[in-house]
């Protein structure tokens, strides 16, 4: 409900309550005043009637008195005239039939004792009843006996309609008076209130629903001395504050924003960038923007001291100094003049600066600083987000220098592998050929002359031609050994016919003695021969998992595929035995052997994929892809 509503309800009910009771009290009084005046004209009244009793009781003239009576009773306003003697028996009335009827009552015995008048108003006959006592006087003893002290009593009934009417009119006049004045008191005070209260705290309302809203340029346009007046301009205070403190905090937001979206920038640029370098300049150039410098220099340490590897800005701004101020850092934090780091001497030329030591764990790698022309000190904000950013790079940093170590380590552990296996290939050739060339060669010698001294030797000399035959035969058998030793070693085959000639040869020779059945096909290569170390790897690959058909699988059958699409060579090697767990088998350093681990050196020095798919009882697949085109450092 509207508050002008609400005040003017109550302002009725109070009059209703105040206006009623104040016309009830005043009736009642009045009412009271009248009666008084009615009981005092009864009074004289009697006082007349008592007096000509008095006088016709004497002349002994009891006719004259009753129309004394009748006279009276003919008087407005005066209803009944009786006169009762001691024990209450009408002895004289207005209304003859009246007479000698007995009339006692309370009221007349209380006036007969106490010998004095009395009133009494009877409302249900619209009356009041007033009785004084007929004293025992001095010239009534004549008649009467003296010890009687009262002979009776004089009763008027005095008619109060009248009075009732008047009071009735009394009441109407003063309701519709007050009810007058407290309609014109009303409407000017509804008047009064609306414009000194009601209208300036709408105004208050409005003002404070706006600023409720967001609107803190809200005012409440009150200008009156009082209290309501107070209230607003203590209201119209709060808001300005409050504009003003959230276009601060809108400010601050902005700011934060902006240094929040820096890192993010940030962040995205050094995992973005191409080489540290740019990640570096691109910092540099973010960070500056950021804190509103002139400029920003990020230096590295290295044994000749701290050098700029980035700058953004006007870098000629810290050159002069920034190489003495980053040197005392000793890791922590400086600022110059004053400012959230340590304190240091004001430079010349230089408004503000600051500058953080860019650290990992334990190495100090150099510093960042930042720098304005303009006397405007940087804030703790500046400090934190150059501190974070400076983390990260130095982080950058370090991890570039630990990449750069591991490719390192990486290139010359293939080189020093790449050599090993050459410089074994070399060895493998050189005592394949030396066992070719000069044992086999002699072997055979051996063997022509053997037979030659067989045939020289006499039919009857049978046990020397025995033992002759017999040394031929241990000279054929080690012939036999030291071929499969030297194609084990380097076959020819590979060198003279190829690969698919050298595998197919070195894969029947092993497993079909075994009882393996041996398939290989080979598409894509025609007459094509590869680069010598693409032919010995992939050579070298077959054998090992030939091999491992051969000692561990139990299979009986061996399907080779050669493939060649693309620059690409592909070798698949599947057998159908008892299979194994590679990855149990590989983690465990007590089963590894140099097998497998020698085949995926071979081929990732290739830049090549081996895979080994296998499960206990499900046979073994080996496969292998080698680019073609390759430049091996050593030449495998
Ligand atoms: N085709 C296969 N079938 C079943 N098990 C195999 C097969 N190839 C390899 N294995 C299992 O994997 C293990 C590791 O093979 P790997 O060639 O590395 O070593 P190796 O043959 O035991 O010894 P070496 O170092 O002389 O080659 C083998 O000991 C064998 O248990
Ligand atoms: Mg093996």
Same mark, same amino acid.
């Given at each position: 409900m509207r508050l002008h509503l609400k005040i003017t309800l109550w302002i009725v009910a109070i009059f209703l309550i105040v206006g009623g009771f104040s016309i009830y009290a005043l009736v009642l009084f009045q009412r009271s005043a009248t009666l008084q005046q009615f009981e005092a004209m009864a009074k004289t009244l009697t006082g007349t009637i008592l007096q000509s009793l008095t006088t016709t009781m004497i002349n002994n003239n009891p006719r004259e008195m009753k129309q004394i009576i009748g006279h009276i009773e003919e008087t407005p306003g005066i209803h009944r005239v009786r006169i009762y003697s001691p024990n209450g028996r009408v002895w004289a009335s207005s209304r003859a039939e009246e007479v000698g009827v007995l009339?006692?009552?309370?009221?007349?015995?209380r006036v007969l004792s106490r010998r004095e008048a009395a009133a009494e108003e009877r409302p249900e006959a619209g009356e009041l009843h007033v009785l004084t006592p007929i004293e025992n006087r001095a010239e009534c003893r004549a008649c009467h006996a003296a010890d009687v002290p009262v002979l009776g009593a004089i009763g008027v009934s005095l008619g109060t309609g009248q009075v009732a009417a008047h009071l009735r009119s009394?009441?109407?006049?003063?309701?519709?008076?007050? +009810?007058?004045?407290?309609?014109?008191?009303?409407g000017?005070?509804?008047?009064?209130?609306?414009?000194?209260?009601?209208?300036?705290?709408?105004?208050?309302?409005?003002?404070?629903?706006?600023?409720?809203?967001?609107?803190? =340029?809200?005012?409440?346009?009150?200008?009156?001395?009082?209290?309501?007046?107070?209230?607003?301009?203590?209201?119209?205070?709060?808001?300005?504050?409050?504009?003003?403190?959230?276009?601060?905090?809108?400010?601050?937001?902005?700011?934060?924003?902006?240094?929040?979206?820096?890192?993010?920038?940030?962040?995205?640029? $050094?995992?973005?960038?191409?080489?540290?370098?740019?990640?570096?300049?691109?910092?540099?150039?973010?960070m500056r923007e950021a804190v509103h410098a002139d400029a920003c220099v990020v230096y590295g340490r290295s044994e000749e001291g701290l050098r700029?590897?980035?700058?953004?800005?006007?870098?000629?701004?810290?050159?002069?100094?920034?190489?003495?101020?980053?040197?005392?850092?000793?890791?922590?934090?400086?600022?110059?003049?004053?400012?959230?780091?340590?304190?240091?001497?004001?430079?010349?030329?230089?408004?503000?600066?600051?500058?953080?030591?860019?650290?990992?764990?334990?190495?100090?790698? +150099?510093?960042?600083?930042?720098?304005?022309?303009?006397?405007?000190?940087?804030?703790?904000?500046?400090?934190?987000?150059?501190?974070?950013?400076?983390?990260?790079l130095a982080i950058a940093i370090e991890n570039v220098r630990l990449f750069e170590e591991v490719r390192e380590k990486e290139h010359l552990r293939r080189e020093l592998l790449s050599r090993l296996?050459?410089?074994?290939?070399?060895?493998?050739? =050189?005592?394949?050929?030396? $066992?070719?060339?000069?044992?086999?060669?002699?072997?055979?010698?051996?063997?022509?002359?053997?037979?030659?001294?067989?045939?020289?030797?006499?039919?009857?000399?049978?046990?020397?031609?025995?033992?002759?035959?017999?040394?031929?035969?241990v000279a054929e058998q080690t012939l036999e050994e030291v071929r499969k030793i030297i194609f084990a070693l380097r076959p020819t085959l590979l060198d003279d016919l190829g690969l698919i000639p050298a595998v197919r040869h070195y894969a029947k020779n092993l497993l079909e003695p075994a009882g393996v059945q041996v398939r290989l096909s080979a598409t894509g290569f025609g007459q094509r021969r590869l680069p010598r170390p693409v032919e010995t790897t992939v050579f070298r690959v077959a054998q090992e998992a030939v091999t491992n058909i051969a000692r561990h699988a139990q299979a009986r059958l061996a399907t080779m595929t050669l493939e060649l699409t693309d620059g690409t060579v592909r070798l698949t090697v599947t057998d159908d035995g008892v299979g194994f767990d590679p990855e149990s088998t590989l983690a465990d350093p007590a089963r590894r052997r140099l097998g497998i681990v020698g085949m995926?050196? =071979?081929?990732?020095?290739?830049?090549?994929?081996?895979?080994?798919?296998?499960?206990? +009882?499900?046979?073994?697949?080996?496969?292998?892809?080698?680019?073609?085109?390759?430049?091996?450092?050593?030449?495998?």
């Open positions: 009339r006692p009552s309370a009221l007349l015995a009394t009441a109407h006049l003063l309701a519709g008076l007050v +009810g007058f004045t407290f309609l014109l008191a009303l000017t005070l509804s008047v009064l209130l609306g414009r000194f209260v009601l209208d300036p705290l709408s105004a208050m309302v409005a003002a404070v629903r706006e600023l409720s809203r967001g609107n803190y =340029r809200a005012r409440a346009a009150v200008s009156t001395g009082d209290e309501l007046g107070v209230l607003a301009a203590a209201f119209n205070d709060m808001s300005a504050r409050i504009e003003r403190s959230t276009a601060a905090l809108a400010e601050e937001i902005s700011d934060l924003t902006r240094r929040l979206s820096t890192l993010t920038v940030f962040s995205k640029t $050094l995992t973005a960038a191409a080489d540290l370098s740019s990640a570096l300049h691109e910092a540099a150039a973010a700029p590897m980035a700058a953004a800005g006007e870098p000629a701004l810290v050159a002069p100094w920034g190489t003495a101020l980053t040197g005392g850092l000793a890791g922590r934090p400086l600022s110059t003049p004053g400012g959230p780091g340590e304190d240091q001497r004001p430079i010349p030329g230089v408004g503000a600066a600051l500058a953080v030591p860019l650290r990992t764990r334990d190495q100090d790698l +150099g510093a960042m600083v930042v720098a304005r022309a303009r006397e405007q000190p940087f804030e703790r904000t500046d400090l934190m987000l150059l501190q974070t950013v400076a983390n990260q296996i050459s410089a074994h290939e070399d060895e493998r050739f =050189r005592i394949s050929r030396e $066992l070719h060339d000069e044992v086999s060669q002699s072997l055979t010698g051996l063997m022509m002359r053997l037979n030659a001294a067989e045939e020289v030797v006499p039919q009857d000399l049978e046990q020397a031609r025995a033992t002759l035959a017999a040394v031929r035969g995926e050196e =071979r081929v990732a020095l290739l830049g090549g994929r081996l895979r080994i798919s296998s499960r206990p +009882g499900e046979g073994t697949v080996v496969q292998v892809e080698l680019p073609v085109d390759v430049a091996v450092p050593g030449g495998v």
